[in-house]
DNA sequence: TAGATTGTTAATCGATTAACAATC
DNA sequence: TAGATTGTTAATCGATTAACAATC
């Protein structure tokens, strides 16, 4: 793809929805030891055309070789890049509760070169607890941590009433992007960015999957 | 819509995966006692153009009336309908991890009608255990339970390496959907609906949304 | 070189929006 | 009845696939 200089690029949403995809397999073929891949071969991994999947990734440049196919290395790392990944810990969670705990131990953010920087939660008993190497601290820090320490992302998993709230003060603060796990669509001023992780959404999709199949 | 009698009606996947939106947004005004909507609000407050609304949900009915709007309960229960959203409990969860227990605790869970029946590990130390009124039973026995209690959506929240080989055994038993919050496709055959969560695809995605408006 | 496979344009398909007659 | 708002068809837009020249 030739870029002119100054003029925009958008990125179709279809193609952002795939990326994290072709990351997350591209991870899993590092980890087998495989070195090369084609459109056509990867295409059949992640679920998508070969012609489709090349003209995805000729949105951010020529990453393949005629003859060849796609080196799997350069591939993630470039799409690493793309994305946004640092080694760098710029995200916090709020809400030590189950699910933050779960997304603290996850092994998969690691994996995939996500670090968390600090936890928060309101309640005094959590607080200073080590969870998997990361300190809880008192909600009510939060807002100095976010600027002292140059934080950009935050992962919300406190309750519904709290979650708005809470995005607010972080925005302020100068967080530039919410992963929200509420059940609320959280409101943010234009420059920060949400991703709504509704989960029962995921149940309800499923639920009429399967009635749907039946008939 | 007029439907004829005999022909295959296919719901376009854009629409599918936009009516659980519809569905936590009904059940939230439910709550608030707001009696009737229009496409045009409804519309604003899920996110999408009012026709793209009216059409989405004439797939499955005429659920309007001119001149007046949607009436929000009958709406509500026509699409717990068609999503299969049924009081009668034919769901387990398996893997009472921090996730699992975060799940088994969803009071957004049980708000939208879904009710699980029981819960599974491997663990002796967790086997036994009550969490939110859900019994936590052996693994071993999860074959039978599925048989005799006429389970079809089972939710996976164990380990990566240990999705599949659970997929398979649960769905020998029966089960004709699943739920998995682990990192793999699961491979399920042919009349079985998987549906992947994928959470480290949401943070990936919201990465790049922060980066890409950092130009 | 010959074979393989990319990058990219053009053609097709599906999804969204515009428009309005039907009707409560 | 007059006003409001649906259900639905036709027009537009965006995304996917097909095809192939470029090239490693």
């Given amino acids: ?33 495989v070195e090369k891949i084609s459109s056509k071969d990867f295409g059949q991994i992640v679920g998508v055309s070969a012609p489709q999947l090349r003209q995805d990734l000729n949105h951010f440049g020529n990453f393949g070789q005629q003859g060849y196919g796609y080196n799997i290395e350069k591939l993630y790392n470039e799409l690493s890049k793309v994305m946004g990944i640092e080694k760098k810990s710029n995200m916090v969670l709020v809400g030590v509760g189950n699910l933050g705990q779960a997304l603290i131990n996850s092994t998969d953010f690691k994996r995939r070169g996500f670090y968390l920087s600090a936890a928060f939660d309101i309640n005094p008993r959590l607080v ?29 998993t406190v309750p519904e009433e709290a979650a708005q709230k809470l995005a607010d003060r972080m925005i302020d603060a100068g967080v530039k992007g919410i992963w929200n796990f509420a059940p609320v669509d959280l409101k943010v001023p234009k420059g920060v960015s949400v991703e709504n992780e509704h989960l029962t959404e995921g149940l309800l999709r499923l639920s009429f999957k399967v009635k749907d199949d039946k008939k």
Same sequence: chains 1, 2.
């Fill in 1 to 33: 793809m030739i870029r002119k200089e100054g003029e925009e690029i958008v990125i179709p949403t279809a193609v952002i929805k795939r990326l994290p995809k072709y990351h997350r397999h591209l991870s899993k073929l590092i980890r087998k030891g």
């Fill in 128 to 156: 200073g607890m080590m969870i998997n190497g990361i300190k809880v601290r008192d909600i009510e820090t939060i807002e100095n941590y976010i600027r002292e320490n140059d934080i950009n992302i935050a992962i919300i």
